[in-house]
């Protein structure tokens, strides 16, 4: 299984850019990364996906790298309401089981 | 469309009990999962399903049983409950899009307390 490995927690002014990485130095070719975000005590909230071409939707970007081996999920403008754990999956097998596995994700916290 | 709702939101357990957790969804997706977090840790899957009729093990299966009779619903049994299974409960569900790509919608959890 492609594992990955993120910050334990990261800073940030609010109003400004929030760049998260993750890195999945061992991901397969048909696998793809998962953004999602955890606000307290809620259940997790999908953010992006992406399989090699950088992404943007309405909630963030994410940038993958053109060796695929770590990604950076970047939220433009970020506001308190953002504070939560961002977990980067990689889906774990081929055969699409539908199965995530969650790491211990960065915990982002911003401030005013 | 509701989403994907478990019930109860809190229950209290004595040990031994056991209880079914609920979990419905509305969106006809084909997968669903259940997960349990501990405090200050992240989601460890339990069990999970692809479709009716077909369930299998995640990383955490021991203690508990699960079954998926129809495409909406996939309750999560305790058969005796012990003090270790106290944690937060979500439910999750996905659709499975055209390539591949499907994201996740989680339920607003159950929060359950063995004593």
């Known amino acids: 299984d492609a594992k990955t490995t993120q910050p334990t927690s990261m800073d940030c002014a609010e109003g400004r850019a929030a760049n998260l990485p993750c890195n999945h130095s061992?991901?397969?070719?048909?696998?793809?990364v998962y953004w999602y975000r955890q606000i307290h005590s809620q259940g997790p909230q999908y953010i992006i996906h992406g399989l090699k071409n950088n992404e943007t939707n309405e909630m963030a970007s994410l940038i993958i790298t053109e060796d695929r081996k770590s990604s950076t999920l970047i939220l433009p403008h970020a506001t308190l309401r953002d504070t939560a754990v961002y977990y980067c999956?990689?889906?774990?097998?081929?055969?699409?089981?539908?199965?995530?596995?969650f790491g211990q994700g960065t915990t982002l916290q911003v401030k005013p | 469309n509701a989403g994907v709702t478990q019930t109860p939101k809190f229950q209290v357990l004595k040990t031994g009990q056991s209880m079914t957790l609920q979990c419905a969804q509305d969106m006809n997706h084909e997968y669903m999962s259940w997960y349990r977090q501990d405090p200050g840790m992240g989601l460890r899957l339990i069990h999970y399903s692809v479709g009716a009729g077909i369930t299998d093990q995640g990383e955490v299966p021991n203690g508990y049983n699960v079954s998926r009779s129809t495409t909406e619903d996939f309750p999560l049994r305790l058969l005796s409950a012990a003090p270790s299974q106290t944690s937060v409960y979500f439910c999750?569900?996905?659709?499975?899009?055209?390539?591949?790509?499907?994201?996740?919608?989680f339920g607003s959890g159950t929060r359950l307390t063995v004593v």
């Open positions: 999956i990689v889906r774990p097998d081929s055969s699409n089981t539908g199965k995530l596995i």
């Open positions: 061992t991901i397969s070719g048909n696998e793809y």
């Open positions: 999750a569900s996905s659709y499975r899009n055209r390539g591949n790509n499907y994201g996740y919608t």
